[in-house]
C-alpha cells in the first residue's frame, strides 16, 4: 500500500510545523501540503491528491466545521482527523456528523498523533482488503480499529488534569506567564508549574521567552500560540 497523503490545515506556524514534521515521522504517511485557512485547504484539495485532512477548527478566515461543509460541498472525499483545542459539545457533535474520523484534543504529544494515524490507517487497509462485509463483528472491527487501543502516556510525573489546567490558565491569559506566574495560580509548585509550560512549548502549543526585569539572570515566560 502506497503512503497515505496527509493535508495539514493549521493557522499557528509554530504547530504547523510541527504537525507536518510529525506526520512525516509516521511510517506510511507523508504530506501533500501544510495550509492556514479555509480557502487555502479548499486549493489544496483541488491541487493535490489528500487521503486524510488534520483540521484545526480555529481558522482565520472561516470555522473549521465551515471547511468541513465546504470541502463536501465540493465533492471531496478525503477524510478528516479534528486536531483542535476546541472543546465545546455542538462543535464535537457537528464535527461527527459531518463525518469527522477522530477527534484529537490539543495539547497532544508526538506518540498521540502516531497512534491515530497508524489506526487510521488499519481502518484504510482493512476498507480495501474488502468490497463488503458479511456480519456484524466485521462491521465492528472494522470502526473499532480507529479507537486507540490504549491511552497514550504523558511524560512521567504529569498528569492529563494537571496538563488541561495548566493550558486553561495560558491560553486564557493575555499576557504571558511565568512558572511563579503560574504556581500563584494552580496548586502546584513552581517547578512543576515549568515542567507543564515546556511541555506544551515541546508540543507546539505555547511558546517562551526570557523575560528581563533588571539584574540578575531573565525569568522564562510562557504564552499560549
Known sequence: MTDLRVLVVEDEPIAAEAHTAYVERVAGFSVAATVGSCQAAIQALQDHHVDVILLD????????????RAVRSAGHRADVIAVTSARELDVVRSAV???????VLKPFTFPTLRERLEAYRAYVEQTEAVSSVTNQSEIDQMLGSLRPSRPVELPKGLSQEMLDQVSTVLRGSDVALSARD?????????????RYAEHLCDAGLAMRRSRYAGAGRPEVEYRWI
Open 57 to 68: 477548527m480555529h481558522l482565520p478566515d472561516r470555522h473549521g466545521l465551515d471547511v468541513l
Open 97 to 103: 456528523s459531518l463525518g469527522v474520523m477522530q477527534y
Open 182 to 194: 503560574l504556581a500563584e495560580q494552580l496548586p502546584v509548585s513552581r517547578v512543576t508549574a515549568r
